[in-house]
Nanobody, 126 residues
């Protein structure tokens, strides 16, 4: 059983940057591929943002964040990151990290992920 805890969210002006962290415990971190998802105000579907394989060698990004966000992981620290640059108001959402038992997966579907964090709020003001 893997426990995930996100941190690093907050309020930032458009054009600014934030770095989110996802700390994992209770499992062998390198054996999980990881993903970031986000969910805007209630009623909207939780959408894929980025994913990274267990080794960190492969990544995938949603078109809406490609070139602005960077996903990375430090397996020695059991932590995944999302560096978010050039933030836009439409990036405002609760951001969730998730773990997938398939170590080589870069799944975009939320249903492929087995464990989830509680989320961290990111608000971008215009």
């Amino acid at each position: 059983q893997v426990q995930l805890v996100e941190s690093g969210g907050g309020l930032v002006q458009a054009g600014g940057s934030l770095r989110l962290s996802c700390a994992a415990s209770g499992g062998t971190f390198r054996r999980y591929s990881m993903g970031w998802f986000r969910q805007a105000p209630p009623g909207k579907e939780r959408e894929f943002v980025a994913a990274i394989t267990g080794s960190g060698m492969s990544t995938d990004y949603a078109d809406s964040v490609k070139g602005r966000f960077t996903i990375s992981r430090d397996n020695a620290k059991n932590t995944m990151y999302l560096q978010m640059n050039s933030l836009k108001p439409e990036d405002t959402a609760v951001y969730y990290c998730a773990a997938d038992n398939n170590v080589v997966s870069l799944a975009r579907s939320r249903y492929e992920y087995d464990y989830w964090g509680q989320g961290t709020q990111v608000t971008v003001s215009s």
